[in-house]
């Protein structure tokens, strides 16, 4: 086992953060047209989904896709006639989309977001936060878990959510009206909703929902193969394994495991760590803390892994 | 489908942004006369009524028409003496009333509104908050969803709606009295409120207030129609299905689909989605989270779109 | 309907914010006396009553009054010995007594109210609070809804009540005793009261207080017609309808409708609406947001204006 | 009724405030004796007792007592042998023992008490808080209604309450040993404590505890006729309005009268308003706005005052 | 009765507060060998004990004994051969052991204890908090009532009590390895713990712990006519008064009176007041409101001073 | 017993602390092959496990001995062929890997966590906190009681534990990518969580997870006894102590003793104190204020040391 050396860590301008490589992601069905139908026509997308499901993956991976001036096909037929044409006059030079996320939660404040002034030297400059940077940047604008948030954040992206789309910066006393390419992008898990942390419906229907879950066995199972560099064997009893795990929702288990759970056994197993072993930290230890849980869990990794 | 070149983001001062064009409103009733009338008298305004219903477009529209010196015919009968006269003597240069809009939420302090002193180099400089800018501006200022605000906020109003129209800007030791045209307007959505956010008496007292609902079946086709582009049959189709979808709201079913919702399933229409996907993820998954409330949705739109 | 030019705002000093013309206000009973008798003594006043019943509109009139060297008739004849004075022996040059009214909320912060300092250039400067400048002033100082007030508010004016009238200044290590002329009103209505934001026995026992409710319907027919320029018969039956709509208090209404409310539907009247609509935005749909009470107020309102 | 000019205000230093004028007190027991052990002794003071009933009186006598060099004789025999001396070698000069007054709040803080760095010009000062003030003066220090102070304010005394007598002044990285003649006092009414609320014992415990009522009825006439200024009868009677409202207690009232009410009522009586008038503005509606209770108050008036 | 004169205060710095004068305390078992174990091996300490029974004492007396280069003879005869032995090669030098005491509260930082950044003229300095001090210094460092801090300062202290005896200063970026000298007392009292601020177990198992009660009958009257100067009957009937009082803590009364109060009684019968009163303002008032527990008090302290 | 000399203590900077002594630690089963395969592959990781049972120690072990460029044996036989290999091409100087060990709180902010601007001189400095030092130094950074932590703080993390290993710093509008050997861990006790502190499954299936628990008795031992220096006889008592006391914990004991206190109860007995007086307060008196629960584990004791 190699202790890797390590190197300078790497630091980068938020705007300036583009995903250069493509994304490994398979598509489930059509949610890459209707993304680009929206992104089209400006208009703001939820996703739905349980942790781990490949939301951000997805985001990531449209936000490459869209920065590339390819010709791409539909597959839908009924739009066949739209589809199949390049999507930008100007081929030779891709079009880099900054893809801006932010991690939502409780104390988030608008100024986090916004952008406040600073005192440098003997005067204070203004910094924009990250969502002023997105909207004038005009890239993609992803609030993971949104409902984390506090109001005022919530609140403040109304503006841009509508056919204005223009973010108040009211300490500066300046109203910015976001750049062709932005697009706002919210995430959440509507599993963990409490009454008290529902998205409000002034909020929710400023944007158009698309729903996500987990992809079915095989689809899985080629990710998990991919991602951990397993044998396809492997991975398939992983993804059955995942499959039965979430079964088990209703009896007692707060959410199933994620894919990312089920990349991170066959990266121990790659690591030499028996399969059993691997699932039982990276499965069954990782989704509950309830020792009747753990044996069900211990079960089926029994049954898969004989 | 074309990724947009993204342009630069544009930037206005507060108080100097107007509706410099006509925005398409279609009035359902005499909401233009009792608005022309309070704004004539210095009362002010409450709108209440669902989200996406048409109040923040009402305010705008009547922002620009406020604003034009053009003769207007009164549809109320009762009052056609008083109708019918040039709004301003001096027709020959439009008045620019700005509208100032505030997105309120729980954590909107007095100083956000009225605003605050920052350090500047090495002295200190007041910074006008957007209220005082209106004040100043003798714009119309209007406050989305009072009932999010602060108990501090909603009391800093006060003042600004009786005789005196004054707004104390207590950290300048100064009260500013308001612009002749300077008006305030207030929205809040009655479905919401729960017994600990209601709009105190001695708040919505100082109000008229005016009820908005969604507009009749054949309206909202027209508005379909005109702001997403698909033929009149769809537009009515999907008008259709927002009737039958708000119906459902004593099911379940939090708050009915607004007229943006069934605009953003045209765009998507018209972007090449089939009509049942668009309306899948423009109002059924957007305006809720339960399967048996969707189950009747979907069943609702496979009805419409046969 | 004429849009308003809009005037440049003017910009007063808290303090020299006196009332200069008379206020229209019509006593119902002998509260100029009490008032005039508590200030005499330099006895703190607390006005109780229900939104909008004029408690603000008796304390500007008794500002402007005090400020006035007039010769008054007291109506109460046990005291006709002492009335019929003039009030200041210098009659040539009318007191000038500031008014200075202070909208209290749960955000106000004793800072808010004392002062604080600000960095200017390179020092700080101390900016007196609205209080401070009221007892400096020797000034009339209303804390309107002081139930609202945090509790350092409220305890902050114990020192101001007692025969030391006291303000203790702590971020400047001072006391200020106020000047002559200043006097505490506070205004409160006790038919908002939850046990949690009651008024604590140690603050409400350092003032008489006195108990306002809707004037009569005489007067307040009278005070309709002038303020809203309607008719009045016409204001008789707003008053009327004003009455009935009180009289729901008992079945399901928060809170009687205020005169300021009958004011509006006057001035909506005036502006060419029909009767009718003006009593249901001004007074009906500003009450309430249930529909039952709005059917009952609709009834009423129709059987006053058939 | 004349109107009073109104004076300049005057401003004093915290710890230069003295009781230069003997203050009225009549004493009800031996307090003033137990309070001159307890100083003698360096044992720090609580006064229990209902709003209003004269323990701010009595601090203030005690300090204008303590102060003097007087000979004083000791009501207590047993203890006489230790009375009846100078109670300073040197007559000739009064020792100006300071007070200061402190209303305590839940939103006070031990910076507020204790002292804070503020900017002043290029460079910080610190600014002492009025308990180091009392602290370094070696003055008595009186706590109003300590229950509502915060939790870090009462440890805050801690330590100046046991024979150290420190002050931790954390921010400086400082201990203050307090002045020869420094004392706590605090004061608190248990009718208000609830569990939330209620002084800890490793608080309460550093104190000996003197409890206060009104005073008997007699004394209280005495007081009413000396500080109002109405003739003995009127005094009596309104001192057995004050006995009869507090038997109330039990009966719907949060608390009774407190003397001050009655001296209230005395001052309008003098000021010409009729003596029923003046208890219904200065007792009953100031003690309650419960109408039942009212009616009962307004009953015990007519029977005193026939 | 003399009036003290008033000397000036005196100031130290929190880590040269040393006890110069050796403390008055009687050990009541084996706590000074206990201690002087943990201090040996750096076992932090817990104090659990009841409101004024001698905790905050006994580390003043252990932190100057702990200070003087004596022989000392250890009582427990197991431990005889590690005993009687000179704590210090250099005898002629005291070593000046600080105590530096940290009165806990809820709103105490953890900046508080630490230290912060304070601006001073033109730079920012850092001023240490107590708790760096005493790491620093390497003294006693005495946390009273540590179940009122916040969970921050809670957690604090966990680096400083395990081996590595750490104080992580994050805003300068720095580790403070404690000086050898230094060690964590904490104390609280288990009487008082709701649920909700007990002592995490993660804190509470990195201390040993110590339970400290009030003094038997007689050690408590040799205390209580050291401390008050009362002669030894009177101080016998005072300590007979505070078993019995204590022993009504199951019939209503929160806590027992401590030796403290009974030592303040002593003091006001040293100076004049009566047995009986002393008793009811020092004990039976300083310990309880509530009347019914006041009587059997005053039997109990009618029954010792007949 | 000798009073140590107090030494000058040692400050580091944060990111330069590295374990430069082997701790000592005994290992129970596969959880150092576990931890290496996870490092390898960049998995984070959680320990789970309750207190005082070895986790921040097997931490410390883990940082010194991945810094080693030594051979290791893997002990799970199916990874035989990637064991047994140099860690480090250059093996004459060891990396020195920092591990950065932030103790969670409910008051610990992200800016605590990722660093602020502060004031210095005329000009701001940013001040890294210690996870941005993490990040850059490329060390393990290790989160005490995650659960204990704000929900922002939990946040903050997400990035850092999928692919992109990133840390937004929104204040500098800068992302940080992790260096090579950087790696997150997250302790946490689940006996502690309440239904409120759980942690997010968004949060936890970022982290493959190991659960620790006391170790077996005879490993125990020779801990106690390695530690504390006690001979391995009283080392055995003392660990079978700890196994009935955790027993005791279905009896009302909230948790078991931890290996922490057995090791302070025998450096008591190395101190002279008798084993029975040093359980009762290293042991008995430190895991519980119950009286009841105090004899069983008195007993306990008895029954051991008899």
Redesign the interface.
């Known amino acids: 086992?190699?202790?890797?050396?390590?190197?300078?860590?790497?630091?980068?301008?938020?705007?300036e953060?583009h995903i250069t490589e493509e994304p490994y992601y398979v598509p489930v069905g059509?949610e890459i047209?209707?993304f680009?139908?929206?992104?089209?026509?400006k208009?703001p997308v939820?996703f739905?989904g349980p942790?781990?499901c490949g939301k951000?993956k997805f985001v990531e991976y449209m936000s490459y896709r869209?920065?590339q001036?390819l010709t791409?096909i539909?597959q839908?037929p009924?739009?066949s006639?739209?589809?199949a044409?390049p999507?930008?006059g100007d081929d030779s030079e891709p079009?880099n989309?900054p893809l801006i996320?932010?991690?939502?939660?409780?104390?988030?404040?608008?100024s986090?977001l916004v952008g406040?002034?600073?005192?440098?030297?003997?005067?204070?400059v203004w910094?924009?936060?990250?969502l002023s940077?997105a909207?004038?940047?005009?890239?993609i604008c992803y609030l993971?878990?949104i409902v984390?948030a506090?109001?005022?954040t919530?609140?403040?992206i109304?503006?841009l959510t509508?056919h204005r789309r223009i973010l108040?910066v009211?300490?500066?006393?300046?109203?910015?009206?976001?750049?062709?390419?932005?697009l706002l992008i919210l995430s959440y898990?509507?599993g963990?909703?409490s009454a008290l942390k529902d998205l409000?419906?002034?909020t929710?229907?400023?944007?158009?929902?698309?729903?996500f879950d987990y992809p079915p066995r095989d689809i899985e199972a080629e990710i998990v193969a991919h991602e951990s560099g397993v044998d396809s064997d492997t991975a398939l009893q992983l993804a059955k394994l995942g499959e039965k795990v979430r079964n088990l929702k209703e009896h007692g288990l707060?959410?199933g495991?994620?894919t990312?759970?089920l990349i991170?056994a066959g990266?121990?197993i790659?690591?030499?760590?028996?399969p059993r072993?691997a699932c039982q930290?990276?499965v069954n230890?990782?989704?509950t803390?309830d020792h009747t849980v753990q044996r069900s869990i211990e079960e089926l990794t029994s049954s898969v892994f004989e």
């Not at 909207?135 to 890239?139: I, M, Q, S």
Request: hydrophobic share 30%.
């Open positions: 086992m190699t202790s890797p050396t390590r190197t300078l860590y790497r630091s980068y301008i938020i705007e953060y059509d047209e209707l680009e139908a929206a992104y089209a026509q208009i939820i739905k942790t781990g951000t869209l920065a001036p791409r539909r839908n009924d739009a006639d739209v589809a044409e999507t930008n079009d989309l996320t932010i991690a939502c939660h409780e104390d988030l404040t608008a986090d406040r002034y600073l005192l440098e030297g003997d005067r204070t910094i924009d936060g990250p940077r909207v004038k940047a005009g890239g993971d878990e984390e506090r109001k005022d919530t609140v403040l109304h503006p509508d108040p009211e300490k500066r006393g300046e109203l910015l009206e976001a750049g062709e390419g932005f898990n509507p963990y909703q409000k419906h002034s929710r229907q400023r944007f158009i929902s698309i729903e707060g959410e495991a994620s990312r759970l991170y990266q121990l790659k690591q030499g760590i028996t072993r930290v990276a230890w990782a989704v803390d």
